[in-house]
């Protein structure tokens, strides 16, 4: 059996947490420079620029991307092997409290819907967990940006409806949500399963590397196609127009009933931050 | 090429404005966002002073995160202007007239400003770092328990936008 500390989870997660919301990965900022160079539509191009400075800013000047540093989901696969004597969601959130507090984020999270009390330290965060084989905590984690997930949508299709009606209310989606969500969007698509679980698999989308390809050929097809469609819908960087719209679009997949054929459009904004972070247990 | 404003702007300035045109604002702006525009409201419907006079202002849709001791203000990026359609024509109705969000507006929304010969600018939402440089001070006026969304006054230098509605009803999107 192997255990990880709660200290090294709280420090981690903290740590994760404020260099997230201060740089974008490379692979989403290279995504960026090349559509920028694409970029046709002169007001487009011109917010692309200005997407690209801000996060040189943000990195050199240690200013938080986008002052929506978000509801923060944290996927965390838990090795088979490793012990856990506390409480790892209490854990976890200390980690967000603490890395929103002294990282000196913003805190979005209102208690209850109604009462709109704010927390005060950005918890709880949203976590899902499963398990993996072997010895490690994979910590992923995305402070999550509002904007983009107001306009995000979910539509229970008949069986009918088919890859077009997929097609369509992805289009739908993105093109009512227009300037709303932050363009250039990643946009994560869930297809199948039920109402909850597909909601799950849309987000876990996003958490995917921007660069990879879906392993269902299916989704693979779905992705080349919509990122194509959507990208002449002319929403461009912030709605003002243009052939950016999209800069890499997720699909997942899952089984589901007969009778249905649910669909998710999670939408992530151009300021898709993200980090993943391996913690390897040690003998208990 | 921008054009240069300076607050207050005056009326002449205003109307000549033209969607699409990208401008760099120099002098005072207010900030509010969703509490702060319920609790503006709320007040008008009381008869009570609001904390600042909105006439001839100009109000930007944000919450930005907190300074460090190094600086007036932290990452300050427009927030999704739709959430303040139902506030808006209200505060119009008071004398305010430029709005800075980001995003689409309703019809009823674009008719209030054409009515009011009021003007819609945007920002580009997601880059609060670099529109955090163009702030030289900020100082809370109001609502301080609103902490992020509380109220405050703006000194901006060249702060960048463009005009997405202007006061003829023309919209960019």
């Known amino acids: ?284 | 090429m921008e054009l240069l404003l300076k607050t207050p702007i005056n009326d002449s300035d205003r109307i000549a404005l033209k969607v699409g045109d990208e401008v760099l604002i120099t002098g005072t702006i207010y900030t509010a966002r969703d509490a702060a525009h319920q609790n503006l409201v709320d007040s008008l419907a009381k008869s009570e002073i609001l904390p600042f006079d909105l006439q001839g202002q100009i109000v930007y849709y944000v919450g930005p995160t907190p300074a460090k001791p190094n600086q007036a203000i932290g990452s300050c990026g427009p927030t999704s202007s739709y959430r303040m359609d139902k506030f808006s024509p209200i505060l119009m109705a008071e004398g305010l007239k430029v709005m800075i969000g980001k995003g689409e507006r309703s019809i009823e929304l674009i008719e209030e400003v054409k009515k009011h010969q009021a003007v819609y600018l945007i920002a580009i939402g997601g880059i609060g770092a670099l529109l955090s440089k163009t702030v030289k001070k900020a100082e809370v006026i109001a609502y301080p328990e609103l902490g992020s969304e509380a109220i405050r006054k703006l000194e901006v230098i060249n702060f960048p936008a463009i005009v997405a509605i202007d006061s003829r009803g023309n919209s960019i999107f």
Request: aromatic letters at 4%; charged letters at 25%; proline letters at 4%.
């Open chain 1, 1 to 284: 059996m192997y255990k990880i500390e709660r200290q090294l989870v709280i420090d981690t997660i903290k740590a994760m947490i404020i260099e997230a919301t201060k740089t974008l990965d490379k692979t989403i900022v290279d995504k960026l420079e090349y559509a920028f160079d694409k970029e046709v539509n002169i007001l487009g191009k011109s917010v692309l620029a200005k997407i690209i400075e801000n996060q040189k800013i943000a990195k050199e000047e240690n200013i938080p991307l986008c002052q929506d540093t978000g509801v923060l989901v944290c996927f965390i696969e838990i090795g088979r092997e490793l012990v856990f004597d506390y409480d790892l969601t209490e854990a976890i959130n200390r980690g967000v409290s603490l890395g929103y507090t002294d990282g000196y984020l913003r805190k979005s999270i209102v208690r209850h819907p109604l009462n709109r009390i704010n927390t005060l330290d950005n918890t709880p965060a949203v976590i899902h967990y499963d398990f993996i084989e072997g010895n490690e905590l994979v910590i992923h984690l995305a402070p999550k940006g509002g904007g983009s997930e107001n306009m995000s949508s979910l539509k229970m299709l008949s069986p009918a409806d088919g890859r077009d009606g997929i097609i369509n209310f992805v289009l739908e989606t993105i093109k009512n949500a227009g300037g709303k969500p932050c363009p250039p969007l990643i946009v994560g698509v869930g297809i199948g399963g039920n109402f909850e679980h597909v909601a799950y698999i849309a987000k876990k989308a996003l958490f995917r590397p921007i660069n990879d390809q879906a392993k269902v050929l299916e989704d693979r097809l779905l992705e080349e196609e919509l990122l194509e469609r959507i990208n002449k819908l002319n929403v461009g960087p912030m709605g003002l127009g243009g052939i950016t719209t999209a800069l890499a679009v997720k699909v997942n997949s899952a089984p589901c009933h007969i009778a249905a054929l649910p669909v998710a459009v999670n939408l992530q904004c151009h300021s898709a931050r993200k980090k993943e972070v391996t913690l390897v247990g040690t003998i208990a």
